[in-house]
């Protein structure tokens, strides 16, 4: 039996992840499950899967969580914070750490888990935008196994040799294929994306994700974090990674290698195929997704993506060249100005603007620790926050103006 631990359990990855362990409760048991604060989502999900710890990110939230489960007579001990997010990574109990908090609060128990030498299924790709170096060198320390679960990765994990490597080119690789579905607004001329509202941007064409993840979909911004991940995850430099907009979102990513060869991961655009694949990993267990049908699909299209219409993803290969504390600045103003879009306190092109403007503001520095990314993120964090008040000062004036 091997014992899991979700972090993020209530999000998109968490609940499908419970899903593929509900299909095989002969080798999965659930351990720890977290959340930020849907403690009505937690409480049902301790009263199904029986935890023996439920995490909080938000102390008032747990409070009110372990009044629930005492109400309904459920034992799942409630911790809270980031310690508590820690402690359920690292516990010596847990064989499995699927990471699935979104954005920079996943860092630190994912480093937790890989310190631990846990099996991780990493689906928080701002672990590795923020921290790359820091969190791979973790990774060999702690003598974690590390699998990525963005269907990206997964796909490209999949495809590439098993051996080790210094340079992708030493396996014979030639490059890696990032695809992109382009999002909803693919084919949106400049002055169709100036009137886009959260409404829209949260229609994603193929997959089902949270919140901000599907507006970094609609951006490419998510596509430029994967570009990160995967200089990580594959030790492939910047010009060895191409990103092609494939609109079908059939084929994840391939591998092309020196010989003309080109590997391929084709699926049903489901997040349960990767979280499966980690699950079992180095076996294949069922996940409960359909089967792909190539009639059914009848043609796979492919373009290049549009920089000038979509320039999150020039700036994340932008910050990828910079190196050091770039990603990192990118990766928290992108959520700090991803949160205001969907609060609609910005405009949808004011995104881009914003992440240029906090590049271009802070500079870069060698990343040393943990605590110097944690306070260049913070940094980074204020420096927007400044600007999208400095805009609305400004809406504001206008409007009065008029």
């Known amino acids: 039996m091997q014992y899991v631990t979700i972090l993020g359990s209530t999000g998109t990855i968490g609940q499908q992840t419970l899903d593929?362990?509900?299909?095989?409760p002969d080798r999965y048991a659930v351990f720890a499950l977290s959340a930020h604060q849907n403690v009505d989502a937690m409480l049902q999900q301790c009263a199904r899967y029986k935890p023996q710890y439920a995490v909080m990110q938000d102390t008032d939230a747990a409070q009110r969580l372990h009044q629930?489960?005492?109400?309904?007579?459920?034992?799942?001990?409630?911790?809270?914070?980031?310690?508590?997010?820690?402690?359920?990574?690292?516990?010596?109990?847990?064989?499995?750490?699927?990471?699935a908090i979104v954005g920079a609060a996943g860092l630190l128990p994912?480093?937790?888990?890989?310190?631990?030498?846990?099996?991780?299924?990493?689906?928080?790709?701002?672990?590795?935008?923020?921290a790359g170096q820091l969190f791979m060198d973790a990774v060999k320390q702690g003598q974690a196994t590390l699998l990525p679960i963005d269907s990206e990765h997964n796909a490209i994990f999949q495809a590439m040799p098993g051996q080790a490597y210094e340079d992708i080119a030493d396996v014979g690789v030639n490059k890696i294929i990032l695809t992109a579905s382009g999002g909803p607004f693919r084919s949106f001329t400049h002055a169709q994306l100036a009137e886009v509202t959260p409404a829209l941007a949260l229609k994603h064409p193929n997959w089902v994700m949270g919140?901000?993840?599907?507006?970094?979909?609609?951006?490419?911004?998510?596509?430029?974090?994967?570009?990160?991940e995967a200089h990580w995850l594959f030790n492939a430099r910047p010009d060895q990674i191409e990103v092609v907009v494939h609109p079908q979102s059939v084929i994840h990513s391939m591998v092309s290698y020196v010989d003309g060869s080109i590997l391929a991961q084709l699926g049903n655009p489901d997040m349960r195929t990767?979280?499966?694949?980690?699950?079992?990993?180095?076996?294949?267990?069922t996940s409960g997704v359909k089967p792909l049908s190539l009639v059914d699909i009848a043609k796979l299209e492919f373009e290049n993506p549009d920089t000038d219409?979509?320039?999150?993803?020039?700036?994340?290969?932008?910050?990828?060249?910079?190196?050091?504390?770039?990603?990192?600045?990118?990766?928290?103003?992108?959520?700090?100005?991803?949160?205001?879009?969907?609060?609609?306190?910005?405009?949808?092109?004011?995104?881009?603007?914003?992440?240029?403007?906090?590049?271009q503001k802070l500079p870069v520095e060698k990343v040393n620790s943990i605590e110097q990314?944690?306070?260049?993120?913070?940094?980074?964090?204020?420096?927007?926050?400044?600007?999208?008040?400095?805009?609305?000062?400004?809406?504001?004036?206008?409007?009065?103006?008029?």
């Open 20 to 24: 593929v362990i509900s299909q095989h």
């Open 68 to 99: 629930r489960l005492q109400s309904e007579n459920l034992k799942s001990e409630v911790l809270s914070g980031i310690e508590g997010l820690i402690e359920v990574s690292a516990h010596e109990t847990v064989n499995v750490v699927m990471a």
């Open 110 to 130: 994912a480093l937790a888990a890989a310190n631990a030498g846990k099996k991780i299924l990493l689906a928080n790709k701002e672990t590795l935008v923020m």
């Open 211 to 228: 919140a901000k993840i599907t507006v970094d979909s609609s951006t490419l911004m998510n596509k430029g974090l994967e570009v990160i």
């Open 274 to 285: 990767p979280i499966a694949y980690g699950l079992g990993y180095p076996q294949r267990i």
């Open 309 to 359: 219409r979509f320039p999150c993803l020039q700036l994340a290969y932008d910050a990828l060249a910079a190196g050091g504390t770039a990603p990192a600045v990118l990766n928290a103003a992108n959520e700090v100005a991803v949160a205001a879009f969907l609060k609609d306190k910005i405009h949808y092109l004011d995104i881009p603007r914003l992440l240029n403007e906090a590049l």
């Open 373 to 402: 990314l944690l306070e260049i993120d913070a940094k980074a964090r204020t420096c927007v926050q400044n600007a999208i008040a400095k805009t609305t000062v400004t809406s504001v004036f206008k409007a009065v103006a008029l």
